[in-house]
Nanobody
């Protein structure tokens, strides 16, 4: 089992910055890719960014370079640095982890989410 705990959410003004953290515990040896997803009210959960254990990253195109994902494998922690935040990016941000072994079930682990509210 993998347990993910997010932190760092809160209220930020439009154009502001916020750094989210997610720490994994439990069977951390099975994790390959970690990442961040978000779900705004009334919307589907969407990809924000992912990073493999080796450091390969992917980003949602809509972010336009404003977000940066990083990972500290020694701390079993993934970070999401967010800048130039927009009100429409208000959402619950979820940490995600995927097993390294293809076909493993479950294929996704999720944290409880952390609320990010972008408002003046």
């Amino acid at each position: 089992q993998v347990h993910l705990v997010e932190s760092g959410g809160g209220l930020v003004q439009p154009g502001g910055s916020l750094r989210l953290s997610c720490t994994a515990s439990g069977s951390i040896f099975i994790i390959n890719t970690m990442g961040w997803y978000r779900q705004a009210p009334g919307n589907e959960r969407e990809l924000v960014a992912t990073i493999t254990k080796g450091g390969t990253t992917t980003y949602a195109d809509s972010l336009e370079g404003r977000f940066a994902i990083s990972r500290d494998n020694a701390k079993n922690t993934v970070y999401l640095q967010m800048s130039s935040l927009k009100p429409e990016e208000t959402a619950v941000y979820y940490c995600n982890a995927k097993p390294a072994i293809r076909g493993m079930s479950p294929s996704n682990y999720w944290g409880q989410g952390t609320q990010v509210t972008v408002s003046s």
